[in-house]
């Protein structure tokens, strides 16, 4: 399995930004898709969490109402949808796969660097 992250940048306080994240290769091994993030000298922290097959997608606390993940089938592709970002959401953000019943991440995306300005 292969990721595929896209889509940071640097806006300003208030802005919105879509992260995207393309998947190759094995689907069963790949069946749950997650956003993570780490911000400089912080430990990385989930962000959010889609299942293929469907079902209700769980977000983070600290991002519920202003995040929404997505994905196209079609496309093999996930989405991470942000507005309203605050410079706390600073970060570099990695997708990340696994197994349906996997209690660990299997394949991890190379990041994508999300900076938010004040």
């Known amino acids: 399995v292969q990721l595929q992250a896209s889509g940071g940048g640097l806006v300003q306080a208030g802005a919105s930004l879509r992260l995207s994240c393309v998947r190759s290769?094995?689907?069963?091994?790949?069946?749950?898709m997650g956003w993570f993030r780490q911000a400089p000298e912080k430990e990385r922290e989930f962000v959010s969490v889609?299942?293929?097959?469907?079902?209700?997608?769980s977000v983070a606390d600290s991002v519920k109402g202003r995040f929404t993940i997505s994905r196209d089938k079609a496309k093999n592709t996930v989405y991470l949808q942000m507005n309203n970002l605050k410079p706390e959401d600073s970060a570099v953000y990695y997708c990340?796969?696994?197994?349906?019943?996997?209690?660990?991440?299997?394949?991890w995306g190379q990041g994508t660097l999300v900076t938010v300005s004040s």
């Open positions: 990340a796969a696994k197994p349906r019943y996997a209690s660990e991440w299997s394949y």
């Open positions: 889609i299942a293929w097959s469907g079902g209700v997608p």
């Open positions: 290769g094995n689907t069963f091994s790949s069946a749950i």
